[in-house]
């Protein structure tokens, strides 16, 4: 062993050295010399045992110093030399110690020590006489109770995940390290990621913005060092129902280094480290040393095999061994080799140590071996440090080899820490022996002479017939082999069986050595080199152990687990498959029909058949489907796109819907597209009509793409193209010509069945010929469903899907017969000319298709002249081209064509009758002798020719009997007036006429154009001939072009085409445009029948007005008055008549249209002069009309144009409604008409005309009410009113629609301003107050004043309300008018009426002085409506003062008037419990009414004038006699006076009720509820509940119910349901009554009433006291807290009062109440009421006496309450109870006065 270096500062602490020969308890030597400051630290440092001993040390002393000398003497030197020296014989002789012996104490070995006696024990209790001690070293081997946070493991990386890696720990432990506990470099770089998911433009943190990959920082089976951060136990996962303990770790160099400083760095030392930066010839480690410079190189050449540098990323982490320094010190030199580092025959291990910290996990040592067991060895590091070896890494477990035969105490032996034990006092550290570890390699298996990844011999789960037991560790498990060589087995005790086992025996029991079993893998630990194995029967049985056992598509059983519920419902089902292992179930994927309650179907614990999905191992999830579909399918499963080949099929499910189609998803991550074309044989437009999310379909590979993973799949049947089919298929060529059968037309094609074949062709409509698109429609209609097609020429054919596209073109055919068709590239020849068709069209150039989906490009510039002047070039889709090859390029494969060159070429290759046409057929008959073949016809020869026909456009004629001609009409005529007959220029022409002629070109049918003599083509020539005749000059006229016509020239023009809204007319055969409708002529009438007035072929005379030679638009006009500019806002003007065509009709609008930019509505004010007349729908769209500009506004481009007779014909045409187009021109009184333009919930608005819009109010539309008024108005609906109101500046007209108001003797409503002081006026009572009554003027717009209570009689006033009420009618005097505050002071005083013309009443009675206010009623005279009436009581109505109170009980007003009115009244008032319909009430108000009536015949029989009015009240009312009404004509009569008076109705009731007529007494009730105005709620109240007692007494249950529930809705609800409860108990229905109380008390519960009601009813009628007393605590439930103290005194009254109630229960009531308001002398009262009632005196003067020793009661109470007590004294008592009242009295007194002057006393 080499020496350690004794140069140290503080020698003597060095506590590890120290405590490997504890000096201070076992030696008598004399102990070193220590400083004072280390003695006191001796002395008084309290033990911390679960400090790590090695941290401590470090920390509290600087060890073994590089230089100084030594505090040691020489004699101190050699003791301990010889001491050591002794030690080691000792151990080498394999002798024991002289040392007494001890027992472990535990089932692990120990190593003893010597320790000699000393004064005093060191930590230790005892007397210095104590007996030696011994101390051992236990071997312990590492565990979940062992390992503490700030413990240091090695370890090696066995699981790589997303966000941590698994490191397998000494003794099948994991611990886990977090991605945030790798490096700071790494933690910056998730920082970097993070701040740019924030700020994704930033763009610097770009470089660093990389996600961190722990694959490519970490390897399988690499070593490194770790720190304990925590343990605990992991929720997350579980087994066997406990959570599993997780392990956290963290590699950071700042803790995994946390022991070591810089100075304790030497050579062999294994450091963490993480990649500072990486350069160009190694890496820059950081290692983690706080306070300390140093740094880290590793070379590149020491990285290690299969690490490049280049590869290696910033913050990865190494475990590395220092192999040196560099020459300034601050570098120290790393190797990562592991080949390196694990070769301890080369010296790489610690051979001196500056202090104990130097050791640390990872780090190789030489152990000197101190003892040996059969559970480990105990040894020693340098003589001073202990170390173990437990079972599993001494080899004693794994190999099963004998640790005593193998190694020899005091042997050397090489090892490498695995862990510290911070927690172990000594300190010690675990080592292991194992060869992988001591070489830093991994552990291999050997099979068949290789070495192997032994999870690659043996996977986890796997199954191992025989597993031989090879040894037996009681307590512990048992090793054994598993039949792989380099690997053995463990066995923890917890899996031999299920259950608990009690021993372990070697020799005995089932498991000794050498017995066999079956196992299984369910772990290995790479850094303990062995497979974990279980035993259990349970764990052999389990299907799967892990998702990794699973396989995708495999059939699975388990059980539902839980039904997983989400905001939509059912989320999915939870089905547990084994232990630890559970999958979900999609909602998609639960049944193969869409189910509405999963959760009735699948029951928790219910077991179900699976088909697995796919799996996720990296995040624990298993998809599972319980289709049936996919289930019990027996197809081939897509598992991987390279084993899936075309034409195989398999299920799979609908996950997506687009337009274009569906994603369908097979197992795993395999996904196929299915086209829209491939769902069905039928036409699908929206798939999603016909596929769901989630609906299995059966599929068929059309693609694969196993690189891309693009995979495309197929519904459709493949026994409709089967093999055969498919053969044929191949066989097919394009260009061949085939035959068919057509299945099916549409609009656009035809689809055909290729004969032979068997499959389907589309027949393009384009492809039918070569001619035009009519041409090709005409062909169209000529196909059948199930007509044969001959002739047709294959195009293209698509194999995929399984369609041939075919042509019929003549030009194609031919082509394919003569085998020149282009099929390929191949037959693309330069210069050659080509049949083809278009395929589209760019603006730039054609693109021609041809044979096989072979395309040419045809420029823009390579077109003809004419044809690129043509919208789209005169091209159309499918049109046939012929066209020469001008180049190609075989590279890209492209080619390019053109029809100019064409011209030029020698038509080698056109067919014979276009050559023989174009060169050599010779005229037969020619008219004109010179002429003898056609290529005498040059251009602008003059020639003869013949008519064979004439048509509307054109004269065909005969040049010869072989050569045909056309003349245009355009090509007649020079001038105008040569035309004789302009609608048929042509009429004077006929058949087999000579004309002179002259040649212009060749014809083209196709476009109508005519073309030069070079463009002779086609089976026959037809040649564009002019028959003007100042072409048949010798100087030709060059053709008429568009370039050649300006604007505002004037032309004849030749109608061509009559459109829907103009004329198209040829100037020339080549130049066409078009006419406006209303620019065909001046006169309208002619423009309403185009087609007989301007048939085709007429002549016109136009003028050009608008020419756009790029887009070919020539515009014209046939007007005279046109100017050659079309309308627009700045050249039109008012008054300006012009003509429009109608663009838009419809029954609100007219819209008309005058030019491009300029069209208006035309509203219906200006549509005629009468109103009547205005119609609308008169004008259809694309008439032509004229009309009158009334008003334009330029800025906002609008016009108001208009059609009224007087406008557009004739200003003195009569006008029966006037234009309006301002409010000027409107005036007060005016009566006018208009059509409703809004009808809103405040009137309408009705339209003028122009912007002018008046106002209706509701209250101006009708004389009489009308409900629904809103349905008597429409929008334009015509009405009729006069003008009330005009206000210029503000632009606002009020109108009114009353017939009143229209009468010509309508006098207008009275104004404020019309009011004058001493004006006499009639009014109504609008309001009733205690100071005077507001009187609203009759026939006024709503002006109104105040009348004071002075100014209505000479006498004072004391109460108004009993002289007037609301609706009252008076007569009042005007006093005084106030303007600015709009004020209005009247008077009713009878002398302001004496002196006036008025006066007409006056009265001389004195009691009714004070009432001398004129009050007047309503006169039932026809013409006067707002006739007045007096009534002869100067104000008072009897009718009023009779009239009934049925509201006593609730309107406390009511009661008042009844006190009042008590004794003018003889009727009694109805009682809400019951109806008396004998008709005494009748009687009684009779006799009344009667008496009164003849007090006053005969105190007014000598006024005529009010004997007068008498005579017109008679007239309202009719003549009743004395006995009152007596008829229903009399109760009519008397409501039409009193609509609102519920009395006259409910007398009326009773009246229909004696003639036992109980459907009209209901009718009436139902009248009077309608009747009787919405203000007069308690008039409407007393209705119902005559209505409600009618019911209850003479209808049925459900008739009271529909009453009831009415009353309530139309009332007060609470007040309906106390009445009908009143109603049931006085009619006896006792238990209807309870029923409805019991709703009332739930209905309205915050009532206290409500709560006493009941409470009073239960007492009272049902005498159920029982129930009325529970009421109180639900009472006072429901209730505010502030009503609480009322309700319950009424209750404890009611105990007072009620027959069945207790007084007793009472008293306890109140004496409740009183305890907390001892000074209540308002309770003290009720409570002596009601004892009084009772009537026992004791208890009376109990009462009396305790209010009086109250404490606290103040003298004003007293003194009422002693007042009190002696008035009942002297009604009740004698002279002595009274003379001791008022000893009781002055006693108060006396000792009040005490108490109120001690408190001055005091001070």
């Avoid at 009808?1239 to 109010?1257: E, H, I, M, P, Q």
Wanted: proline share 4%; charged share 30%.
């Amino acid at each position: 062993m080499v020496p350690i270096d004794k140069k140290r500062k503080n020698g003597p602490t060095n506590e590890s050295f120290a405590r490997s020969r504890k000096p201070a308890e076992g030696d008598d030597r004399p102990s070193k010399r220590l400083r004072p400051d280390e003695k006191d630290a001796k002395r008084t440092a309290p033990k911390a045992p679960l400090v790590p001993k090695i941290s401590r040390v470090r920390e509290e002393e600087a060890a073994f110093p590089r230089g100084g000398a030594s505090i040691l003497t020489p004699l101190e030197h050699k003791q301990i030399q010889i001491e050591a020296t002794r030690d080691v014989l000792f151990e080498q002789e394999g002798g024991k110690s002289s040392r007494p012996e001890q027992d472990g104490g535990g089932e692990e070995t120990a190593v003893r020590k010597k320790h000699k006696p000393k004064s005093k024990g060191k930590g230790k209790k005892g007397t210095e006489n104590a007996e030696p001690e011994e101390e051992t070293v236990k071997i312990e081997g590492l565990s979940y109770k062992r390992i503490v946070p700030g413990s240091l493991v090695l370890g090696q990386v066995s699981q790589i995940n997303d966000h941590d890696i698994a490191l397998s720990l000494p003794n099948n432990l994991t611990g886990y390290v977090p991605i945030t506990l790798i490096s700071n470099k790494i933690n910056q770089r998730i920082d970097d990621i993070a701040a740019a998911e924030d700020d994704e433009n930033d763009e610097d943190d770009e470089a660093n913005s990389e996600d961190v990959e722990l694959v490519k920082l970490f390897s399988i089976g690499q070593y490194l060092r770790a720190y304990v951060v925590s343990t605990s136990d992991d929720p997350n996962s579980t087994s066997n129902g406990k959570p599993r303990r997780r392990i956290e770790l963290s590699l950071r160099p700042q803790q995994a280094n946390n022991a070591l400083k810089s100075q304790n760095i030497i050579v062999n030392t294994m450091l963490m480290t993480s990649v500072a930066s990486v350069e160009d010839h190694g890496l820059v480690m950081d290692l983690g040393l706080e306070g300390s410079d140093l740094k880290g190189f590793l070379s590149s050449k020491e990285l290690g095999h299969g690490i490049k540098l280049p590869d290696v990323q910033e913050g990865r982490v190494f475990l590395c061994m220092v192999t040196g320094l560099n020459s300034s010190g601050k570098i120290i030199k790393l190797s990562a080799d592991r080949q390196k580092i694990g070769n301890l025959k080369k010296s790489n291990y610690l051979t001196e140590a500056p202090t104990v910290d130097a050791f640390l996990p990872g780090s190789a040592v030489e152990v000197l071996v101190a003892d040996i067991t059969s559970r480990g060895i105990v040894g020693k590091v340098m003589g001073m440090l202990d170390v173990t070896a437990d079972l599993m890494h001494s080899g004693a477990g794994a190999s099963g080899k004998d640790l005593e035969r193998r190694y020899k105490i005091g042997s050397k032996i090489k090892g490498r820490i695995v862990c510290t034990f911070p927690a172990a006092d000594p300190p010690k550290l675990g080592v292991s022996l194992l060869e992988h570890v001591v070489s830093l390699a991994p552990q291999q298996a050997i099979e068949n002479g290789e070495k192997k990844n032994p999870l690659d011999v043996l996977p986890l789960s796997t199954i191992i017939e025989e597993v031989t037991v090879r040894k037996v560790e009681a307590d512990i498990g048992l090793f054994v082999d598993v039949g792989v060589k380099g690997v053995s087995g463990f066995v923890h005790i917890s899996r031999v069986k299920d259950g608990k086992i009690e021993t372990l025996s070697e020799s005995a029991g089932a498991y000794k050595v050498g017995s066999t079993h079956r196992g299984r893998v369910i772990g290995y630990n790479s850094l303990d080199g062995v497979y974990l194995i279980s035993l259990e029967p349970s764990v052999l049985e389990q299907p799967f152990l892990r998702i990794e056992d699973l396989t995708i598509g495999e059939v699975v059983k388990g059980k539902v687990e839980k039904i997983v519920i989400n905001a939509s419902g059912v989320g999915g089902i939870l089905v547990n498959l084994a232990e630890g292992i559970t999958g979900l179930v999609p909602v998609t994927h639960m049944s193969d029909v869409q189910l509405q309650h999963p959760e009735k179907k699948f029951k928790e614990g219910m077991t179900v058949t699976a088909r697995v999905l796919s799996t996720d191992p990296g995040k624990r999830q298993i998809r599972l489907t319980l289709k049936k579909s996919l289930v019990n399918s027996e197809a081939t499963l897509f598992l991987s796109y390279n084993d899936i080949k075309v034409g195989m099929h398999s299920p799979g499910t609908i996950v997506n819907i687009i337009p274009a189609g569906a994603v369908v998803q097979f197992y795993g991550t395999i996904r196929g597209f299915l086209p829209v074309s491939e769902m069905s044989e039928a036409y699908i437009q929206d798939p999603h009509q016909h596929f769901r999310l989630g609906q299995v379909v059966n599929v068929h590979v059309l693609k694969v793409d196993p690189e891309a993973e693009k995979l495309t799949v197929s519904c459709k049947d493949t026994s409709v193209f089967g093999l055969a089919q498919q053969i044929a298929m191949k066989k097919l060529k394009v260009g061949e010509i085939v035959s068919g059968v057509v299945t099916e037309k549409s609009d656009d094609d035809i689809s055909v069945e290729l004969q032979g074949l068997g499959s389907r062709a589309i027949l393009a409509v384009g492809h039918l010929t070569d001619g035009s698109s009519s041409k090709n429609q005409s062909a169209m209609k000529k196909i059948r469903v199930g007509q044969t097609l001959i002739d047709l020429v294959v195009l293209e054919k698509l194999e995929q899907k399984r369609l041939v596209t075919v042509t019929n073109k003549p030009s194609l055919l031919k082509d394919a017969r003569d085998h020149v068709l282009l099929r390929s590239f191949d037959d693309v020849k330069q210069n050659k000319v080509v049949h083809g068709f278009v395929k589209n069209v760019t603006l730039t150039a054609v693109f021609v298709q041809f044979g096989g989906g072979l395309t040419g490009l045809l420029p823009k510039n390579k077109l003809t002249e004419n044809s690129i002047r043509l919208p789209n070039f005169g091209m159309a889709k499918y049109q046939s081209v012929e066209a020469k090859i001008i180049s190609v390029d075989h590279g890209q494969q492209r080619f390019a064509l053109s029809m100019v060159d064409l011209s030029n070429e020698v038509p080698t290759e056109l067919p014979p009758a276009t050559a023989s046409a174009g060169s050599a057929q010779a005229a037969v008959n020619s008219v004109d002798p010179t002429v003898t073949s056609v290529d005498d016809l040059t251009l602008g020869r003059l020639t003869k020719a013949k008519i064979s026909s004439v048509k509307d456009t054109q004269i065909n004629v005969q040049l010869a009997d072989n050569i045909q001609g056309r003349i245009d009409v355009s090509q007649i005529f020079d001038t105008w007036e040569t035309i004789k007959d302009r609608k048929k220029p042509l009429r004077s022409f006929s058949s087999k006429q000579v004309i002179d002629v002259r040649v212009l070109g060749i014809h083209d049918a196709r476009n109508h154009r005519f073309l030069p003599i070079s463009h002779r083509g086609g089976k026959t020539l037809v040649f564009e001939l002019s028959a003007k005749p100042s072409d048949q000059t010798d100087v030709a006229q060059d053709p008429l072009t568009l370039d050649k016509v300006k604007v505002g020239s004037s032309w004849i023009a030749y109608v061509n085409n009559i459109g829907d809204d103009c004329l198209w007319v040829n100037l020339s055969p080549n130049v066409r445009g078009r006419i406006r409708n209303i620019d065909v002529s001046d006169d309208i009438s002619l423009l309403k029948d185009m087609g007989s007035n301007f048939p085709v072929g007429s002549a016109i005379r136009v003028q050009v007005t608008h020419v756009d030679v790029a887009n070919n638009r020539l515009d014209l006009s046939a007007r005279s008055t046109q100017t050659s500019e079309p309308l627009t806002f700045k050249n039109l003007s008012k008054g300006m008549v012009v003509t429009g065509r109608v663009t838009k009709s419809n029954e609100r609008l007219i819209m008309v249209q005058l030019s491009e930019s300029v069209s208006g509505p035309i509203n219906l004010t200006d549509l005629a002069d009468d109103y009547s007349d205005a119609d609308l729908t008169k004008y259809s769209k694309h008439d032509i009309i004229r009309v009158c500009i009334t008003d334009i506004d330029a800025p906002n481009k609008k016009i108001r144009i208009s059609t009224r007779p007087s406008r557009v014909l004739n200003s003195s045409l009569p006008v029966q409604d006037p234009e309006i187009s301002s409010i000027s021109q409107l005036k007060v009184n005016d009566i006018i008409r208009g059509f409703v333009k809004n009808v809103s919930d405040k009137g309408l608005f009705v339209n003028l005309g122009g912007n002018v819009t008046a106002y209706v109010r509701v209250s101006d539309l009708s004389d009489s009410y009308v409900k629904d008024w809103k349905s008597e108005f429409a929008v334009d609906q015509l009405v009729k009113g006069k003008i009330v109101h005009v206000d210029t500046q503000s632009n606002n007209v009020r109108m009114s629609l009353k017939a009143t108001v229209l009468d010509k003797d309508y006098v207008a409503p009275i104004t404020f301003d019309d009011v004058k002081v001493g004006q006499v006026v009639t009014g109504k009572i609008r309001k009733v107050e205690d100071f005077g009554v507001f009187i609203l003027i009759d026939s006024s717009d709503k002006v109104s004043g105040l009348c004071h209570k002075s100014e209505m009689a000479e006498k004072p006033v004391h109460d108004v309300k009993k002289l007037y009420e609301e609706g009252d009618s008076v007569k009042a005097v005007v006093l005084k008018v106030d303007p600015e505050k709009r004020r209005i002071n009247f008077g009713l005083k009878a002398s302001y009426f004496e002196t006036g013309a008025e006066a007409e009443v006056e009265s001389d009675d004195d009691d009714l002085s004070g009432m001398q206010g004129v009050k007047i009623g309503e006169d039932t005279d026809e013409n006067d409506e707002e006739g007045l009436e007096d009534n002869e009581h100067g104000g008072i109505d009897l009718d009023d003062v009779e009239s009934i109170d049925s509201g006593a009980e609730q309107n406390e007003q009511s009661d008042e008037e009844m006190v009042d009115a008590g004794d003018n009244s003889g009727v009694a008032a109805l009682n809400a419990g019951g109806f008396d319909w004998t008709a005494d009430v009748l009687d009684q108000v009779e006799e009344q009414s009667g008496a009164e009536s003849d007090d006053e015949d005969a105190d007014e029989n000598p006024k005529k004038k009010k004997r007068r009015k008498g005579e017109i009240k008679i007239d309202k009312t009719g003549d009743l006699d004395a006995n009152g009404p007596q008829s229903v004509s009399d109760f009519e009569r008397l409501l039409l006076g009193q609509p609102d008076s519920a009395e006259l109705w409910i007398q009326y009731m009773a009246f229909q009720m004696q003639l036992s007529e109980l459907g009209k007494a209901k009718d009436v009730a139902e009248r009077a509820i309608k009747s009787i105005n919405i203000r007069e709620e308690t008039e409407k109240m007393n209705v119902w509940i005559a209505l409600l007692n009618l019911e209850n007494t003479y209808g049925s249950d459900e008739t009271v119910e529909e009453a009831f529930k009415r009353a309530c809705q139309y009332n007060d609800a609470q007040e309906i349901h106390e009445r009908l409860t009143s109603i049931y108990i006085q009619s006896g229905k006792h238990d209807k009554a309870d029923e409805l109380f019991q709703v009332l008390v739930k209905k309205f519960s915050q009532s206290p009433t409500v709560w006493y009601n009941y409470a009073h009813f239960l007492h009272t009628t049902l005498a159920s006291t029982d129930r009325a007393r529970a009421l109180l605590p639900r009472a006072t439930q429901s209730l505010p807290l502030h009503t609480h103290l009322n309700l319950t005194l009424k209750f404890a009254a009611l105990e007072f009062h009620s027959s069945s109630g207790s007084p007793e229960r009472g008293r306890t009531m109140f004496e409740g109440l009183l305890s907390t308001f001892p000074k209540r002398l308002d309770i003290w009262n009720q409570l002596l009421d009601l004892e009084i009632q009772q009537g026992d005196q004791d208890i009376i003067r109990g009462v009396f006496e305790r209010v009086v020793k109250t404490k606290g009661l103040k003298p004003k109470g007293a003194k009422s309450w002693f007042r009190r007590w002696s008035e009942w004294e002297e009604k009740n008592g004698d002279k002595k109870s009274q003379e001791k009242v008022k000893a009781k009295a002055e006693e108060w007194v006396r000792s009040a006065g005490q108490k109120k002057s001690q408190p001055e006393d005091d001070e």
